[in-house]
Nanobody, 124 residues
């Protein structure tokens, strides 16, 4: 059984930083595509960033240069370092995964497994 558990969300001031973590169990992180999505109140869940085999990454334009995805194979954990946070980054952030070494893309339905989400609030 695959389980993704996110943590690290919270309240931060504009310009601040947070690091989210997603611990994966039931799948091999190094052979999976991992992604972060987010959903703001009243909006659709949107793609943030994905990482797949070989360390290849794809960032949404809205976070490029501010957010960084990384992984720790030994801990089966993927991280999302978020810097220079803005009010518009406020959302519930979800970790997603698919067992594949191929690029999965930005489409939500392409991912098979999801975490429960962690709230990020950027406010002064």
């Amino acid at each position: 059984q695959v389980q993704l558990v996110e943590s690290g969300g919270g309240l931060v001031q504009p310009g601040g930083s947070l690091r989210l973590s997603c611990v994966a169990s039931g799948l091999t992180f190094s052979n999976s595509a991992m992604a972060w999505f987010r959903q703001a109140p009243g909006k659709e869940r949107e793609f943030v960033v994905a990482m797949w085999s070989g360390g290849r990454k794809d960032y949404a334009d809205s976070v490029k240069g501010r957010f960084t995805i990384s992984g720790d194979n030994a801990k089966n954990t993927v991280y999302l370092q978020m810097n220079t946070l803005k009010a518009e980054d406020t959302a519930v952030y979800y970790c997603a995964a698919k067992r594949t070494t191929l690029p999965v893309g930005r489409v939500r339905r392409a991912y098979d497994y999801w975490g429960q989400g962690t709230q990020v609030t950027v406010s002064s």
